[in-house]
């Protein structure tokens, strides 16, 4: 995993809501809006700038009982893909 910061925090001006199929990104000063299933609800609960991401894989292979690599390799395209958009404090 190569993120920007390694222990990764959602930018300020999101609203993120959680329900059972997944979560809701609401993206207030870029005027987006995004949704990912229940493991990218799960990771994005864990994003709160306190747990490294590969402890983060570890959990989210443990709940979801998924090979570790698989799991690493998805988490570092989904914070990837949130770094990219802008949606992650660096």
Request: hydrophobic share 40%; proline share 6%; net charge negative.
């Amino acid at each position: 995993m190569n993120p920007v910061n390694p222990r990764p925090v959602l930018a300020p001006g999101l609203r993120v809501s959680v329900h059972d199929e997944g979560a809701v990104i609401l993206d207030i000063d870029g005027g987006q809006l995004y949704s990912t299933n229940k493991v990218g609800a799960r990771i994005l609960v864990l994003l709160e700038g306190k747990t490294a991401l590969n402890d983060i894989a570890d959990r989210i292979k443990e709940e979801f009982e998924a090979p570790l690599e698989r799991v690493r390799a998805d988490l570092d395209r989904f914070v990837g893909n949130l770094n990219s958009r802008g949606l992650l404090r660096t």
